[in-house]
C-alpha cells in the first residue's frame, strides 16, 4: 500500500490496539523503513512505507508468496475456500475482544496511576470473567451457525459446504482461547510496558500460529490447519497467562488492598 494509512486503521486490519501497535512499528520507524506522512501540526499519524521499505517489501514478497503457495497447495482449492469463508466470519468474533480490551484499558491504566491496586484488581477478574464467558458463548455460537455462515458463501456446492462446516468446527475451538493473549496484551499496554504487550502480539500471530500452521499439517493432515490457531492462541494463552502472574506484584494488581496517595 502506497497511499499513508492511520494508525488506527492500521490496528484495525491487524487486530492490535494502537499503543501495541505504535510500539511494534518503533524498529522500523527508527531504521526509516516506514516513516509518518502527516503534516506538521497534525496530531493523527499517517504512516508509509519509505524507498527502504518498499526495497525490502519487495525482498519478502517472494517467500511470502512462496509460503502462500505451500499453504494453498497444502489446501486445495475447497481448503482456500473453507479458509476464506473462516477468516470472514472470525474477524468478528476477534472484533468483539479487541473492543472490550481496548475499552477497558483507560479503565486500567487510571486505577494504575491512582495507585489504586485494589480497583485494578477488580477490573482484571471482571475482565476475565467476561472473557471466560464471552469465549464459551462465542465458541457454542460458532459450532451453531458453521452450517449458516457457511452457507452464506458456499452453499453452492454441497460437498464444499460439508467441508466447510467441518473445518469451521474445527477452528471454533481457537474461539475459547484468544481473549486471554489480546486482553492481556492490551493489558500491558495500558500499564506502560509495551515491549511485554509487543511480544505477546508478535508472538502470538508471527511465531506461534505461523509455526503451528507449518507443523500440525504434516502430522495431522488438514486439519491440522484449522487446528493450527487453537494451538497458536494456546500457546499465547499460556505466555500471557506467564507474564500476568510475574508483574502482578510490579504493578499491584495482585494485591487486595487498595493504596491511595
Known sequence: ??????????????????????????????????????????????????????????????????????????????????????????????????????????????????????????ILFKSLGFIGVGSVLMFLAAEWLAGPLSAIFVSYDAALLEFTVNAYQIYAFAFLIMGIPIYASALFTSLGNGIVSAIIAFLRTIVFECGAVLLLPLILGIDGIWLSVTVGELAAAILSICFMVAFRRRYGYGKCGAVRQ
Open 1 to 122: 500500500r502506497r497511499a499513508p494509512v492511520s494508525v488506527s486503521g492500521w490496528a484495525e486490519e491487524t487486530e492490535l490496539a494502537p499503543t501495541t501497535l505504535v510500539r511494534t512499528l518503533k524498529p522500523v520507524l527508527t531504521r526509516h523503513r516506514v516513516t509518518d506522512a502527516a503534516e506538521p501540526g497534525r496530531r493523527s499519524r499517517a504512516l508509509t512505507l519509505t524507498g527502504a521499505g518498499r526495497d525490502l517489501l519487495e525482498q519478502a514478497r517472494p517467500l511470502w508468496r512462496a509460503a502462500q503457495a505451500d499453504v494453498e497447495h497444502r489446501l486445495g482449492e475447497d481448503g482456500v475456500a473453507a479458509f476464506s469463508v473462516i477468516g470472514y466470519t472470525a474477524m468478528i468474533f476477534g472484533a468483539i475482544f479487541m473492543g472490550y480490551a481496548l475499552g477497558s484499558s483507560p479503565l486500567m491504566s487510571y486505577q494504575y496511576g491512582a495507585k489504586n491496586h485494589a480497583e485494578m484488581r477488580s
